[in-house]
């Protein structure tokens, strides 16, 4: 990891947009100086220095940035150091454990509010502090918009969870041994065992769950100082890192090094194929498009698929392999992978440090070969995702077969079908409930408008009953989400989604649902006319919301296909008088 540049500076002090606020001779001006002063700095803390905003999203809420208090003063000190002027921003925190009915509603408020904290006030930089699954897309969907230069600072996994010796791994141990307990084959204590050692330190979630995903994917688009993603939250590497965050991103303010200089189709089929080869998250599809389209790059559905038909998955890590994100570390991290990958990657890409990914991963080496396997050694030669499409799901559905037990890769079986989440909670484990192994779990109303928010509900229980007769795995079908710690054969993000009439909407109890991952096809054996006959029947159900922030995003949330961004924000960067280059009043 390395701090350091050899470009030489670009920028005078005069050419810093926060000259606009503390440089010129006028009334504002002193305002603004005379109120930096009441703060305790003097005029030589700041004048002609860069202002690094720190957007951080801490919050007594949210366990995943627990050290982001202490963190934030070593980013300061690296800025200091490096001749900026540090000005640390809370916002937004999205805490995945808290927040309901899921944080996915509010990412793009934070990426809103991401980028109006860097438009109305004056950075000439910033520091994006996240980590916990959605602040991550949503910290660099804002500072793509703004297009000031970037860096983003990973919050790093937490240790491994530890219960009677054994690891445990965030969410995906949670998920089994809910299992277990429900099926009598552990004890409220044991249960109560695993509660306690699961999460032991500050971080996010250290499987390789959306969290990991996409702090990876942000590293491999070249947003963080190579290396960074892995560091162990508690490692004092982790805090090293927040330093030589900090000092770069001054360098990188005197080399105008924004995200448009960085950021490319080529850089997110970089993040893309590393999201495969690390088994990573379906929730990774949504963030890298909408990432992507803020970026003006293209990136679709179907590129996903052809990357994930030529992408061994070589990190054997849960929820789909046997290890955690500590263990990923040990054996050599994120650019130890990046090198395994070898040719998949376009190794010229230009990253926040000034050099190209290639440079960041010369040297890099595997110290665990089982952990970071060698492509000749793949956990899966290829399809860590698959997109799939037919009559239930036209504009595309996801699932992960790496994730799910291999005799329901291609599978027929009657829908039992739930027409909203607590319809399912009310009656999956009815005693009554018509179901068998075979049959299909669907979920309707589950989507960006139907959750609200799409929440992470794809994982649908499996019925008790079939529980205590030992299935685990069963083909199950939804418009949701499903958390990067889960696993299971479930067909996810069903576009449309059913609360606008997709065709999910219209599956009716024992119609015959059919999957074929290898033909990437989800359908229903229901005719064209019966369907047409049920459309023109169907009722749109109420609006989640009528008052408030929900109805902004009910009204411009788009579909899982293009990202669930804000149709007003996914294009365009802020215009003169709006902000970009803003007149100061
Ligand atoms: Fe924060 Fe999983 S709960 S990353």
Known sequence: MTAMTTTPPRKKPEDLRSHRWYGVKDMRAFGHRSRTSQMGFHRSDYAGKPVIAIINTWSDINPCHSHFKQRVEEIKRGIWQAGGFPVEMPAISLSEPFQKPTTMLYRNLLAMECEELLRSYPADGCVLMGGCDKTTPA???????????AIFMPAGPMLRGDYKGAFLGSGSDTWKYWAE???????????????????????????????????????????????????????????????????????MVWEDLKPSDILTAASFDNAVTAVLGLGGSTNAIVHLIAMARRAGVALDLKRFDALARRTPVLANLRPGGKYLMEDFFYAGGLRAFL?????LIDFGQKTCNGRTLGANVEGAKVFNEDVIRPRGNALLENGGLAVLSGNLAPLGAVIKPAAMEPHLRKHAGPAVVFKDYNDMAARIDSPGLAVTKDSVIVLQSAGPQGGPGMPEWGQLPIPQKLLKEGVRDMLRISDARMSGTSYGA??????????????????????????????????????EAEIARRRAAWQQPQPKFTRGYGVLYLKHVQQADTGCDFDFLET??????????????
């Open 339 to 343: 090198a395994q990958l070898g040719d």
């Open 139 to 149: 910290l660099v969907m804002g500072a793509i918009s703004m297009d000031l230069p």
């Open 181 to 251: 307990l429900r099926a009598g084959n552990i004890t409220e204590e044991d249960w109560q065992d695993v509660e306690d050692g699961i999460a032991r330190s500050p971080g996010h979630c250290m499987t390789m769950g959306t969290a990991s995903t996409m702090t990876s994917a942000t590293e491999v688009l070249g947003l963080t100082l190579p290396g960074a993603a892995s560091i162990p939250a508690p490692d004092s590497r982790h805090a090293q890192m927040a330093t030589l965050t900090g000092k770069r991103i001054v360098d």
């Open 572 to 585: 365009g960067k802020p215009q003169a008088g709006e902000g970009g280059e803003p007149e100061i009043h």
């Open 490 to 527: 479930c067909v996810l993000h069903v576009t449309p989604e059913s609360h606008v009439g997709g065709p999910l909407a219209l599956v009716r109890d024992g119609d015959i649902i059919e999957l074929d991952v290898d033909a990437r096809s989800i359908d229903m054996r229901v005719s």
